[in-house]
């Protein structure tokens, strides 16, 4: 009797559970199953906030791609840029937007200012030197989340600011000459069908042009004459110089027309006039260069050789400074400057192959260059450099 009840105790021990392992294996369980939802929930919050990187990332990217693909806008600040966010599509519950813009001082070492004054000439002084540095923030809320997000992008312009002055030579000295008082400007048009005796004297462009019918030639004069001629260096043109150098700097701001400038196409001619013009009454009918197809405004109809060319790429139409410089326009400047009454200026005209071998006929691209009363670093200029 008493052996089997110990027999029996016996057997309980090896194969039951006291009430006290039994409560210690719940809470090794609870305990387990708390750390397994914490763990859960610490792993759905990490690739939510994966994710929400991820997407904040590439919409990034495509704001970026947007600001650098819209037009440099100097001195442009916050507002300007702000179309280029507005073209990227918003997900719901993101925004972005353009929190600052500062802009190159000029300096090797780049910084940036918040002040940029648009009044200035590009490239000088308080003006806009060509690089801003945008700012920009976006805030995407994403399964409850929000992340804020600040980025900058540096735009850079990749137009035509105005070429530096080249040096001169040891020893010289430049005098550039572009004040409205000291340029002369103007074109004249033939349309068929239509009168050729109007005047187009505002000083704001030139215009060349070459179709079947339709032909249009400007006019270009500077006063080159000791002690008249006012220099943009200060002073004017010493007498008893001797010139070494001369660059003529046009800025072609617009284009129009097909087809495509090519290798052989899109030519000019720079001819020397040869009698006096007025450009208070310049006409087609009255100009003093000859308008047969074959001519050349030159004494003696004598082809120029001082030819330039707007492009060769396709759809050129960029607008773009242009410096002339050639040993007949140094000897055309040394001869105004030695004897003021023979200076009648030059005209500008399509290079065709008539006269000049080079593309121009019944389609051909029109050009429009600022004149004498435009901004002054787009005016016409002509720089002499003497010793």
């Known amino acids: 009797m008493n052996s089997s009840k110990r027999r029996s105790s016996s057997e309980s021990g090896q194969h039951g559970f006291t ?37 904040n990332a590439e919409w990034s990217r495509r704001l970026e791609v947007a600001i650098d693909e819209t037009p440099y806008l100097p001195c442009g600040d916050a507002a300007a840029y702000d179309t280029a966010l507005a073209s990227v599509p918003r997900p719901n519950g993101s925004t972005a937007e353009i929190t600052a813009v500062t802009y190159w001082d000029g300096s090797a070492t780049p910084t940036f200012t918040i002040n940029c004054n648009s009044s200035a000439a590009p ?66 048009n033939e349309t068929a069908g239509s009168p050729r005796n109007t005047v187009y004297n505002n000083g704001n462009e030139m215009n060349i042009l070459y179709l079947l019918g339709t032909r249009r030639f400007s ?60 450009p208070s009454t310049l006409t087609w009918n009255n100009q003093p260069c000859p308008t047969a197809n074959a001519t050349s405004c030159r004494p003696g109809d004598v082809p120029s050789n001082i030819l330039f060319q707007h492009g060769t790429g396709a759809f050129d139409w960029s607008a773009r400074f242009q410096t002339i410089e050639h040993a007949d326009l140094l000897a055309d400047v040394r001869q105004f400057y030695s004897n003021p009454s023979t200076n009648y200026g030059w005209a500008i005209k399509e290079a065709c192959a008539l006269t000049y071998g080079k593309a121009c006929g019944s389609a051909t691209p029109g050009f429009q260059f600022r004149g004498r009363l435009g901004t002054p670093a787009e005016r016409p200029a002509l720089e002499v450099v003497y010793q």
Not at 242 to 265: D, E, K, Q, W
């Open 19 to 55: 009430l006290f392992e039994v409560v210690v294996s719940v809470m090794l369980l609870s305990v387990l199953a708390s750390a397994v939802m914490v763990g859960f929930n610490t792993s759905i919050q990490a690739g939510d906030a994966h994710r929400i990187s991820a997407f």
């Open 123 to 188: 490239r000088s002084a308080g003006g806009d030197m060509g690089a801003q540095r945008i700012t920009y923030k976006t805030t995407s809320t994403r399964s409850g989340r929000t992340k804020t997000t600040n980025n900058t992008i540096l735009k850079r312009y990749e137009g035509a600011y105005a070429e530096p002055p080249t040096d001169p030579p040891p020893g010289g000295s430049t005098c550039t000459i572009s004040q409205p008082g000291q340029v002369d400007t103007n074109w004249v």
């Open 219 to 278: 006019y270009l004069r500077f006063n080159i004459e000791a002690g008249v001629s006012t220099c943009n260096e200060g002073g004017t043109l010493p007498s008893g110089a001797n010139i070494v150098a001369a660059r003529l700097r046009l800025f072609t701001f617009n284009i129009g027309g097909l087809p495509a400038c090519g290798a052989n196409s899109c030519w000019h001619a720079l001819e020397r006039v040869r009698s006096n013009w007025d």
